[in-house]
């Protein structure tokens, strides 16, 4: 009795080491497919990467235009203001001075 349950253990284990080595087998091939898979993702990246540096340098310039504009407006507005002011200023002492 000894004997055979002995053997059904060993059978058993033998059963279970060839389960385990099937299935290390499918992570490694599923590992390996995985591992093409983010090959092929980073080159897409990476190819896109130079789409987004033109993007970018795009944007950079429209910014230092839109800057460029905005600056000049505005230095227009201050001289314009400085100007009604002065002319305000002129009038408040031609009135006092009548």
């Known amino acids: 009795m000894n004997e055979t349950l002995l053997l059904a253990i060993y059978l058993l284990l033998i059963v279970l080491i060839i389960l385990a080595i099937a299935v290390l087998i499918r992570v490694l091939l599923t590992l390996n497919k995985v591992d093409e898979l ?3 993702v980073t ?3 990476k190819s896109l990467d130079k789409l ?8 950079d310039r429209i910014s ?3 800057e460029a504009v905005i ?10 203001t400085k100007a ?5 200023e ?3 002492e031609e009135d006092i001075d009548e």
């Open 71 to 80: 600056g000049f407006v505005t230095g227009g507005f201050r001289k314009l």
């Open 64 to 66: 230092m235009l839109s």
């Open 90 to 92: 002129r009038e408040m």
């Open 84 to 88: 009604l002011n002065k002319n305000k």
């Open 43 to 45: 080159t897409k990246v």
């Open 38 to 40: 983010i090959d092929d």
């Open 52 to 59: 987004f540096n033109v993007i970018n340098f795009a944007n």
